[in-house]
């Protein structure tokens, strides 16, 4: 029934439009009356909302906008994705896919434009010193914001309600969704914008204080690239999460096999999507808090061994029980693949692994005890667990973690594996391919392995005599990329697998043990330069992950399967897992916002603009879990809403079109 369909656009896209500009214009107008009104009213700093604080008022707001904003930000990325595949492969259920991922946008986007108008009315209202401050910087960009949202409304309407019209001419259509995802990164670059010049503010005068530079010195803050990469990561990884609890949900709830087949996948898809992102997600919050370091080191003192050292162990509780997680689903799901039994033995061992390094990776350096644990003790450090505290363990164990999650969906994409055809007899493509993603790899190894090499000491503040204390990371990159060309010296003589086995065996070594205890040579006596360790261990992590993926794909490549996988045979508790994961993931980007935001502590623009309100303190953990459950309860209650007014108009259509 089209006429319904477009009826239902038109309400859905106008709405959400009109609640934006509504809101937003409520906001700005306040806004105005309250920074320059004076003539009518007296001028205050702060406001409360009906006798609630202000503070906690914006971040609920804020916080509730940012789950929704990654979501909608998040979810085209894959989405799009996912119908090139379709394209490509010419299986329809990869269309149906992402058009079941688009479907749950619409659904959720008048509500993120609905929560952005509301922040702008909360934070002009109750804060019009800062936003005058703000707006003093950064009012052209606000104009710049407001006409890419406008965009990004009608392109992504025209995406979804267009799909079965440009059935036939999927390039225009999968155009319009790139374009969607373009104007999405520009949207989030210049909140981000917003976000990290309240951290790390530029163009500052150092005698008067006042802002003496441009908008685009003040957007290209030090702070505003390792931000923009970590969202972008984390936008994907929550987008991925969201769509797996969703999928969790019809699953458990369809009526026919085919249904549950279908949502089992989209289960699937979400999940690996979200370990994905979240392999990479780890080393981009490490970039971000080097820079924040960088610019401040009282910010990143208080980050890691402060204020906020106990919120960053909750923290690592939330990261590595998502990988955890996501390692259960896998295994559940080599239930449903004929012939994956055969790798059941690993998972003990993998498990293991994740265990332990789970336990390093949450393990404190101090610890609060009273003055008679600590004469028990023997001091405030324990004499062994203190060591496990240190970024040199961290880094070592989230390594580990990766790549046993790695080494998890290897066994999965093999279970019904059987024959497999010899490399040799792959096709020139394959070889081509493999030397291109492979050399890629191997190439990123030797130019940062030959920068260790020529680092000057002084680059890090160190002297000159700390230079010897580099060779030892340049020596072990170089051994990567040898190991690298070995396994495809191995993969071109038909020993692909072996290849693979040697290269993974001195990926662990190098990163976990010995680069791993190598950090804590370093962190005493040249501490600087363990932050080149850590950037040494992540690239021969994810060299050895594409190296070892790409083999993989031309290796099983038109082998024999031992049967179909048996979509649909998963149990319920699988899709409870998927569930949990949504709620992990959403509580645990709760906790990173609540670290980034209260580093400022009692500065509105760090070092500029101090907070001089009754509210300028650092809230405690217990306070921020009880503010951050309360948003996570709401979003979910909000989104529930979203999804099931979707489905009573998917519902009235597939009535409609049976009566007719």
Not at 446 to 459: A, I, Q, R, S
Not at 514 to 519: D, E, K, M, N, S
Not at 533 to 562: G, N, P, Y
Not at 622 to 646: E, G, H, P, Q
């Amino acid at each position: 029934m089209p006429k319904l369909r477009n009826k239902s656009f038109t309400f859905r896209a106008i709405s959400g439009i009109w609640i934006f500009v509504i809101l937003t214009g409520i906001g700005i107008i306040s806004g105005a009356f309250s920074v320059f009104g004076a003539e009518t009213a007296e001028i205050v700093d702060y406001r409360t909302f009906f006798g609630f604080d202000p503070r906690t008022t914006v971040w609920i707001i804020a916080e509730l906008h940012l789950m929704f904003g990654a979501f909608v930000l998040g979810v085209p990325m894959f989405a799009v994705t996912v119908e090139y595949v379709g394209v490509l492969t010419k299986e329809e259920r990869y269309d149906r896919l992402a058009k079941d991922f688009t479907r749950l946008l619409s659904a959720s986007f008048a509500l993120t434009a609905a929560l952005g108008g509301l922040l702008t009315f909360a934070l002009f209202t109750l804060y019009p010193k800062v936003m005058n401050f703000m707006t003093g910087i950064f009012s052209e960009s606000f104009y710049i914001y407001a006409f890419f949202f406008f965009g990004e409304t009608f392109v992504l309407y025209f995406y979804y309600y267009s799909w079965d019209r440009l059935k036939n001419r999927k390039g225009i259509h999968i155009s319009a969704g790139v374009l969607l995802n373009i104007i999405g990164l520009i949207i989030m670059g210049i909140s981000n914008s917003w976000a990290t010049y309240m951290m790390s503010p530029s163009g500052i005068d150092p005698e008067t204080m006042k802002f003496t530079g441009t908008l685009m010195e003040a957007i290209w803050n030090p702070l505003w690239n390792p931000l923009n990469l970590h969202r972008i990561l984390g936008n994907a990884v929550f987008g991925g999460y969201v769509a797996g609890a969703y999928a969790a949900v019809k699953f458990l709830t369809a009526q026919t096999e085919e249904d549950r087949a279908h949502y089992d996948w989209m289960g699937y898809v979400g999940n690996f999507i979200a370990i994905v992102s979240l392999l990479f997600l780890p080393f981009a919050g490490y970039y971000l808090g080097r820079e924040v370091y960088s610019f401040s080191p009282i910010m990143g003192n208080n980050m890691m061994g402060g204020a906020f050292s106990w919120t960053f162990i909750i923290q690592a509780i939330g990261i590595g029980s998502l990988l955890i997680l996501g390692n259960f689903y896998l295994w559940m799901g080599m239930g449903r693949i004929p012939g994956a039994e055969r790798y059941q033995g690993f998972i003990k061992f993998i498990l293991f692994i994740l265990t332990l390094s789970f336990a390093i990776w949450l393990t404190p350096h101090n610890l609060p005890l009273s003055s008679g644990e600590q004469l028990q003790m023997g001091g405030q450090y324990h004499p062994t667990l203190k060591y496990f505290g240190l970024m040199p363990a961290k880094n070592a164990v989230i390594n580990f973690m990766i790549l046993g999650t790695f080494f998890s969906f290897l066994l999965y994409r093999r279970g019904n594996i059987s024959k497999t055809i010899p490399f040799s007899k792959q096709g020139a493509g394959a070889k081509i391919w493999t030397l291109i993603f492979t050399g890629l790899a191997f190439a990123a190894i030797l130019w940062y392995g030959e920068f260790l090499w020529n680092l000057d000491p002084k680059e890090l503040d160190l002297p000159p005599q700390k230079a010897e204390f580099f060779s030892l990371a340049a020596w072990c990159l170089i051994g990567q990329a040898f190991f690298i060309a070995v396994a495809v010296v191995f993969t071109f003589k038909d020993q692909g697998k072996i290849g693979q086995v040697i290269l993974f065996t001195y990926t662990v070594i190098n990163t976990v043990f010995i680069l791993g205890i190598y950090g804590f040579v370093v962190m005493a006596e040249a501490s600087p330069f363990l932050r080149n360790i850590a950037v040494a261990q992540w690239l021969s992590m994810l060299s050895c992950i594409i190296a070892v993926l790409t083999i993989d794909i031309f290796l099983f490549r038109k082998a024999e399967h031992m049967g179909a996988i048996r979509w649909g045979k998963m149990s319920a508790v699988s899709q409870y897992v998927l569930l949990t994961l949504f709620i992990v993931a959403l509580l645990t980007m709760g906790i990173m916002g609540f670290i980034r935001s209260g580093l400022r502590e009692n500065w509105h623009v760090y070092g500029v603009l101090q907070d001089t309100s009754e509210w300028a303190f650092t809230p405690t953990n217990l306070y921020a879990a009880k503010v951050i459950a309360f948003c996570a309860l709401t979003f979910i209650i909000m989104m529930t809403i979203a999804f099931w007014l979707s489905e009573l108009g998917e519902k009235k259509k597939v009535v409609t079109a049976s009566n007719s």
